[in-house]
């Protein structure tokens, strides 16, 4: 088993800046890649960022050039640097694990987070 636990999450205004923590815990050997979900009221779950192990990434097109995903290995921590929010970023963010590339990039990942709240609101 694998335990997520996400921070960073709060209210800014348009244009503003927030990062995301994700720490996972347990049986973290069996991780190879992590990402960050997102669900806005009335809409379906989307995937923002994910990483693998070897550093690749890949982006939601919305949030490229605006939000950085990457990793700390030696701290089992993924983060999400979150820049020029906008008021369509408001959803909760889910942090996400799995074993596998592909599972985490079709969304259908083995590990959730609990989530947190990020709201973009002047």
């Known amino acids: 088993q694998v335990q997520l636990v996400e921070s960073g999450g709060g209210s800014v205004q348009p244009g503003g800046s927030l990062r995301l923590s994700c720490a996972a815990a347990?049986?973290?050997?069996?991780?190879?890649?992590m990402g960050w979900y997102r669900q806005a009221p009335g809409k379906q779950r989307e995937l923002v960022a994910a990483?693998?192990?070897?550093?690749?990434?890949n982006y939601f097109d919305s949030v490229k050039g605006r939000f950085t995903i990457s990793r700390d290995n030696a701290k089992n921590t993924v983060y999400l640097q979150m820049n020029s929010l906008n008021s369509e970023d408001t959803a909760v963010y889910y942090c996400?694990?799995?074993?596998?590339?592909?599972?985490?990039?079709?969304?259908?990942?083995?590990?959730w987070g609990q989530g947190t709240q990020v709201t973009v609101s002047s």
């Open positions: 347990g049986s973290i050997l069996s991780i190879n890649a």
């Open positions: 990483i693998a192990s070897g550093g690749s990434t």
């Open positions: 996400a694990a799995d074993q596998n590339w592909l599972t985490i990039v079709r969304g259908t990942p083995a590990y």
